[in-house]
């Protein structure tokens, strides 16, 4: 690699991963308490945003050189087809599971509205999925760094979501499936932003494009989290 410190730059973007933690719009969903129905909300939202993970991630596949659909492809089987931590069930039935552990069905999640703030999060994901690939892998992988224990030493946002799903409702942790299956999922998944970045960026310019879209996907991401926050807000507390 050439006129790149690699060690550091990846280090710069571990900094901007906890960073992105303490953000007011990032602060403003962990601090909102879970009730029933602002449970239903946000596991309602939460199925959404897997499936626009989905979406993201065949965008970057789609125009990635081979090694990275290899990676992007084993990626995406545990996400589509079949992950052994979870027996063999994908992630996105983990989700539906997750969601009727909250009162919410299948039928529910289709045809639910999205709040309008969320809604427009996910149409800028997708915006940035059709740029060039690395800038379209750098966006969607980001987000798997910000759930990882391994990058974010205070917790992802998996493990925060069932911290707050165990103290506000009561629910033990083992029947959170979904949660615990990410924990340990999104370590490993945050990896292969690591992987592909040591292949690629050969100089500055390359490391230039990836800071930039790393930014604009922290941005969309804050907005996401904020969106999500603010649609559970407008839900009372139960009495």
């Known amino acids: 690699m050439t006129n790149v410190n690699f060690d550091g730059f990846i280090e710069r973007i571990k900094i901007m991963a906890n960073d992105h ?136 946002f998996s493990y925060k979501s069932r911290e707050r799903l165990v103290s506000d409702l009561g629910l033990p942790r083992e029947t959170l499936i979904n949660r615990n299956i990410h924990i340990e999922a999104d370590q490993e998944h945050a990896l292969v932003l690591e992987r592909v970045l040591r292949r690629h960026v050969k100089n500055q310019a390359a490391q230039e494009v990836v800071m930039n879209a790393l930014k604009k996907t922290l941005v969309i991401d804050r907005a996401y989290r904020a969106g999500l926050g603010f649609a559970m807000n407008q839900i009372r507390l139960d009495p």
């Open 21 to 156: 933690h303490k953000t007011p719009e990032v602060q403003y969903l962990f601090e909102t308490r879970f009730s029933r129905e602002r449970a239903r909300c946000w596991t309602i939202h939460q199925a959404h945003f897997v499936r626009n993970r989905r979406d993201c991630w065949a965008l970057a596949m789609g125009q990635a050189p081979l090694d990275v659909k290899r990676e992007i492809w084993l990626h995406e089987q545990d996400e589509l087809i079949s992950d052994p931590r979870a027996g063999g069930e994908d992630h996105y039935t983990l989700t539906t599971k997750e969601a009727k552990l909250l009162g919410v069905t299948e039928a529910e999640i289709e045809r639910a509205d999205l709040h309008p703030f969320v809604a427009a999060a996910f149409e800028a994901w997708l915006h940035l999925g059709k740029r060039d690939w690395l800038e379209s892998f750098v966006s969607v992988a980001m987000v798997e760094a910000i759930n990882s224990n391994s990058i974010i030493p205070t917790g992802g």
